[in-house]
């Protein structure tokens, strides 16, 4: 896995990656202004120094952002000559479905929130405020107050409560003069720095994908980008009479993490390998268990159609742009002619090369059974297959990075019904079931009718003890047990006599009751009116005055007593 990370940090590095900048906003090329925002004298002006303002300033088009990225721009407050500074600004990083219509709550909502407007807030964000006015019914700290707000895919909200981080600067930064933001992310962490400070001011673990802890240590919520992708830019707002601030937006550097190099993308124009029925997102990465069935899917080229041959490579450590990967044809992500001492062939429909797996022309679907992989372990499949049959021509399908780690072990949150006729289905609810799983009662295996990762159904086996135990077994190992057939027994009566014409009602509580079950009172059955895992409630069936025994037995035959008195 180390390997693999340095590999990344070295493909990373070497890639030009996507930036942008504005050195001033003389032109506003590329950015939706919204609201009161407006290009002037060379800055972009989200806020008059007048009230009610609310600007936006959205780039139009999504910038990468999952796999890191540094931006810094400039910016000056200037207060009002009469009145109080407010309500403030936020760098916000978003993918609301709105796009770069996307529009937030007013006055405290400072643009991104809820705010006087009652603003659904923008959804998919996180967003990056500097507060120039303590409004206390939002927890805020300080009139000078940078903090980080998320809600995952919720619309964003401005109070405290949702501050993945908070502080305070030794500066003030809404003096009218020109102030410097850095925002640093690496996947894992987010940075803050404050007039070029070497020091950041705000370091704080959270990642966009699955997300960190709040200031009070509750969990934060990832930002859901589907695409990796996100809608960057301003927003802010002034307050009503004399609650006002000119915010204005100097200079503007923007420069991204590539999302994945582009030999991951193939020369088919579309993806046509995929593992698990996934080409792997954004960042092709494939996330699977230890001990899992998995499958490998070459679909055909679509200018060549059924039947394209292909030799499937594997690396243990992909090196875009090492020898061997420029083709002519396409770019492969590790070396193949001629392949490096981390690369072996899968599968190879077109029989030059001995390959580890058997294989048919396209579409075709290798399928591997559990327990072939059963440590921890990472590599990259790319295959080169026939692109087009006139004339005939290569190509390189897209790549995919696969990573096997362990799984957690499975877990049950109920068995119902616990005590059943035989045949009858039963359903085991619960996660993390992995495919190859394998369900014992008593030890001995039994099978399954239908199972998923939280769902298990079988028939009730026939012949089960009293008291037994299931076990739901994952490939790898790992299992959790649970009761079946449990021997039901009495801890109380409610309403424990009655007339010897019966027809009286009779509670009994206790454990391990199923639907299903009979009782009877002096041999007589009762009328079972509702039954409960802990409680039964009965109508009596008429008896001789004196004392009666009352026999319980559940669906699966296990029984229990306890006694009712006839007056």
Request: net charge negative.
């Amino acid at each position: 896995m180390i390997v693999r990370l340095s590999a990344a940090l070295a493909v990373a590095a070497s890639l030009s990656a996507q930036s942008f900048s504005y050195p001033n906003f003389t032109s506003t090329a590329g950015l939706a202004l919204l609201g009161n925002a407006a290009s002037s004298a060379g800055a972009l002006r989200l806020t008059a120094n007048a009230s009610n303002q609310t600007g936006w300033a959205w780039r139009t088009a999504p910038t990468p952002v999952i796999a890191g990225f540094d931006t810094t721009f400039t910016f000056r407050i200037t207060p009002p000559t009469v009145g109080t500074k407010a309500e403030g600004m936020a760098l916000v990083i978003h993918d609301d479905p709105n796009g770069a219509a996307t529009m937030g709550g007013t006055v405290w909502g400072m643009g991104y929130g809820n705010g006087a407007n009652s603003a659904v807030g923008i959804r998919n964000s996180i967003a990056i405020e500097y507060d120039t006015y303590l409004d206390p019914f939002l927890a805020d700290s300080s009139a000078n107050e940078v903090t980080i707000h998320t809600r995952g895919a919720q619309g964003n909200h401005e109070h405290e409560q949702y501050s993945i981080a908070r502080a305070t600067p030794m500066a003030n930064l809404s003096n009218g003069q020109v102030h410097t933001l850095r925002v640093r992310y690496v996947p894992g962490t987010i940075e803050v720095f404050v007039d070029g400070a070497a020091t950041p001011l705000i370091t704080r673990a959270f990642s966009f994908q699955t997300g960190g802890l709040y200031a009070n240590n509750t969990p934060a919520p990832g930002t859901n980008l589907v695409n990796g992708t996100a809608f960057a830019g301003f927003c802010a707002t002034t307050g009503a009479g004399s609650l006002t601030e000119l915010v204005e937006i100097l200079t503007w550097n923007w420069t991204s993490t590539p999302l994945a190099h582009p030999c991951y993308a193939g020369s088919l124009g579309q993806d046509t390998l995929t593992v698990q029925g996934s080409a792997g997102g954004a960042l092709r990465e494939v996330h699977l268990a230890t001990y899992q069935s998995f499958g490998i899917s070459i679909a055909s080229p679509p200018a060549f159609g059924p039947g394209a041959p292909y030799v499937l490579f594997a690396s243990l450590f992909p090196q875009p742009g090492a020898l061997g990967t420029q083709l002519g044809f396409g770019e492969t992500c590790f070396p193949v002619l001629p392949t490096g001492p981390a690369e072996f062939v899968l599968a190879d429909t077109f029989g030059l090369f001995p390959a580890l797996l058997p294989a048919a022309p396209t579409p075709y679907t290798i399928a591997l059974p559990p327990g072939v992989v059963t440590a921890p372990l990472a590599f990259t499949l790319q295959a080169v297959t026939l692109a087009a049959a006139s004339p005939l021509t290569l190509g390189v399908t897209n790549a995919i990075d696969v990573d096997f780690t362990p799984s957690l072990p499975p877990t049950i949150t109920s068995v119902a019904p616990l005590s059943a006729l035989v045949g009858q289905p039963i359903t085991i609810t619960g996660t993390r079931f992995l495919p190859g799983m394998q369900l014992l009662v008593n030890g001995s295996p039994v099978a399954v009718t239908n199972a998923t990762a939280t769902q298990i159904v079988f028939p009730y086996p026939a012949g089960i003890t009293c008291g037994s135990q299931l076990a739901v077994v994952n490939p790898d190992g790992q299992a959790i047990t649970s009761p079946l057939n449990p021997q039901p027994t009495v801890t109380n009566t409610v309403l424990g006599s009655g007339t010897a014409a019966g027809n009286q009602l009779f509670v009994v509580v206790g454990t391990g009751f199923a639907a299903g079950l009979t009782a009877t009172i002096g041999g007589a059955p009762a009328t079972i009116l509702s039954v409960g895992a802990t409680s039964i409630s009965m109508r009596t069936p008429a008896g001789t005055p004196g004392p009666a025994s009352v026999v319980i037995t559940t669906p699966g035959g296990c029984s229990t007593t306890t006694t009712y008195t006839y007056l």
